[in-house]
């Protein structure tokens, strides 16, 4: 079924109460009408791009590095796969992982250096996927090769995660500092610190996914009671008055980062995670909220102009990590439109908004199959990071117009 894009009605009464789901008249082309089978091929000719810079001795594209290869092109690989139905990518974002993970212990040499030295743990994981995608983070798929990855890393994460006990006397195991048990007057339970290292004092929003996925996998009660501790901690401590998920709090000073320190991936992440969450506890609360967020996010953020397209991450002539913050948020959003694809006002709002920036990739980006990392345009040659920040638009437009 087709969803048209129709412009409801309804009133904004409050962040925390209710949002306007309406889709706004001033954004470009929000709809599209091109063939399933045509969005399927779009979209793998616009991976398909990206091979020539793979490099098999790291598991990693070259032009861009390990956090945007995983959280932009194996991610949209694997997404490809499970929105098929197909295992075009299966053996390659194996591979790819499991070269990665033995190149650097906890994949990423930047947040997590390969000396680390935290034993596996948590709650065991099924020898066969539940769902057949490496979008979470990691890849499920991964779990038939070694499952001790996802719960390798989520060990190493976990242990930062602040616990009540910790917020109560101050002191964390593993930090060089004392932290203060709230700031703002907001609990700081819950919240995971950016780095597992000595001397990082960040407790960052984005750092807050993991759990919510191995719970919907495992079904654990500890993932579960993580990713809801965490998601409480962002609810009530890291959002600014707009419903928008803020950046980092230091425990030790309470001292935040800058106000318009706004970036997709971090109202992404959160709502990918509530959704991943809800698929577990059916708590209704949290579709709410992540419905909230992502209506404030889509209408009401600065990270696009006033015809919708998101301009956040223009980047022609170098890479960067902020041009990929953007593909996490159109993933979270077609995760939530997945969820409640029913013609509801939030689906209806998700999937003209993953319209928006799908026609102004190709439209307004596009140098044949090839994309600028500036949505907006103008069309260029071909770069890695404009390439990888595309894909995840490329393959949501497969589900998101279902």
């Not at 030790?252 to 809800?278: H, I």
Request: aromatic share 10%.
């Amino acid at each position: 079924m087709r969803l048209t894009a129709l412009v409801l009605s309804s009133t904004l009464t409050g962040i925390a109460l209710a949002q306007d789901l309406g889709v706004p008249l001033s954004w470009r082309e929000f709809s599209n009408n091109r063939s399933l089978s045509d969005r399927q091929t779009i979209a793998q000719t616009g991976i398909d791009q990206m091979a020539s810079d793979y490099n098999a001795n790291t598991g990693q594209y070259n032009s861009i590095g390990f956090w945007p290869t995983g959280a932009t092109v194996l991610s949209a690989q694997a997404n490809y796969d499970f929105f098929t139905k197909t295992t075009t990518y299966k053996s390659h974002v194996t591979d790819a992982l499991n070269t990665a993970f033995s190149v650097n212990a906890h994949y990423d040499p930047v947040r997590c250096s390969a000396t680390t030295t935290t034993p596996c743990g948590g709650p065991p994981l099924p020898t066969t996927p539940t769902v057949p995608t490496a979008t979470r983070i990691f890849s499920t798929t991964l779990l038939m090769s070694g499952p001790a990855f996802p719960r390798c890393e989520w060990t190493v994460r976990s242990s930062t995660q602040i616990t009540s006990a910790e917020a109560a006397s101050g002191t964390v195991p593993g930090k060089s500092f004392t932290i203060q048990g709230t700031c703002d007057g907001a609990s700081m339970v819950g919240g995971v610190f950016w780095r597992p290292v000595a001397d990082d004092t960040g407790v960052n929003s984005v750092t807050t996914g993991l759990s919510a996925y191995l719970a919907q996998q495992s079904g654990s009660a500890t993932y579960q009671n993580a990713a809801t501790a965490a998601g409480n901690w962002i609810k009530n401590a890291n959002k600014n008055a707009a419903g928008l998920v803020l950046d980092t709090i230091h425990p030790n000073d309470c001292s935040r980062s800058p106000a318009d320190w706004l970036f997709t991936y971090n109202s992404g992440k959160y709502v990918e995670g509530l959704v991943a969450l809800y698929a577990t506890t059916k708590d209704s609360s949290l579709m709410t909220e992540a419905t909230n967020v992502a209506a404030a996010g889509m209408k009401n953020a600065p990270w696009q102009g006033s015809n919708g397209v998101i301009t956040e991450g223009a980047s022609p002539n170098s890479n960067g990590d902020g041009v990929y913050f953007k593909s996490v948020w159109v993933r979270a959003l077609n995760e939530l439109f997945r969820a409640n694809n029913d013609q509801s006002g939030i689906a209806i709002l998700a999937h003209s908004y993953i319209d928006v920036q799908y026609n102004a990739v190709l439209e307004l980006a596009a140098n044949g199959s090839t994309y600028s990392s500036s949505w907006p345009g103008p069309p260029q040659g071909f770069t890695g990071w404009g390439q990888a920040a595309a894909l995840d638009v490329l393959v949501s437009a497969i589900t998101a117009n279902t």
